[in-house]
């Protein structure tokens, strides 16, 4: 069962860029795309280890910023080569809370 998570405040996240975040000893990345949502990723590109927070956001699109890797936010499938990320529930509260949904048992680890 998914539990959830305060992240951050969603002032802290500037609209169309995303920013990594230690949390419950996983490292995540959490965007907060133009349209005012946020989504959560796995912080590292499964490529090559870019850190994902650095990428370029366009709609739900998430371009990892070493070799161009392309990823759905929304479902993390990755467009440019079919390989995926791993991608947590996120939503904004009423006060602008960024909150997670994390599976009880990490499925990754702090680098």
Known sequence: ???????????????????TFAVEGMRLAVFHVRSGEVYATQAACPHAGGPLADGLTGGTTLICPLHERAYDLRT????????????YPASVGDDGTIWLQLPDEPDHVLE
Do not use: A, F, H, W
């Open 1 to 19: 069962m998914p539990k959830p998570v305060c992240v951050s405040n969603v002032d802290q996240i500037p609209p169309g860029e995303g920013r």
């Open 76 to 87: 993390g499938q990755g467009l440019t080569d079919g390989i995926p990320i791993r991608v």
